[in-house]
């Protein structure tokens, strides 16, 4: 039993944030809840709605990970064109 208990590996990830994002399908705007590690904020580009399951394009802005922001830009959002994007949406009203 021990030897079984040794062999077993369960990978774990640490939650760095939790974010609330509305579908963006007509008739939809279901509320849904998304649990990100360090490694799926850096690589998020949307989500598929739980009610729907239609596929949102989205990005992190900073108010969504206020503490990570820096190395986030650093590490994975520094393209230009998504940089853009990203202010762009700061600026603008969050639903």
Known sequence: ?????RRILIPRAMLLIEIERRCAAAGCCARNRLGLTKQEARE?????????ERWTEDVLIKRDV???WEELMVTTLGDKVLRAQIIGEEEGDRR
Not at 1 to 5: A, E, G, I, N, Y
Not at 44 to 52: E, L, R, S, T
């Open 66 to 68: 206020p503490e990570w």
């Open 44 to 52: 998020y580009h949307g989500f598929a709605c739980a009610k729907c």
């Open 1 to 5: 039993m021990d030897d079984l208990r």
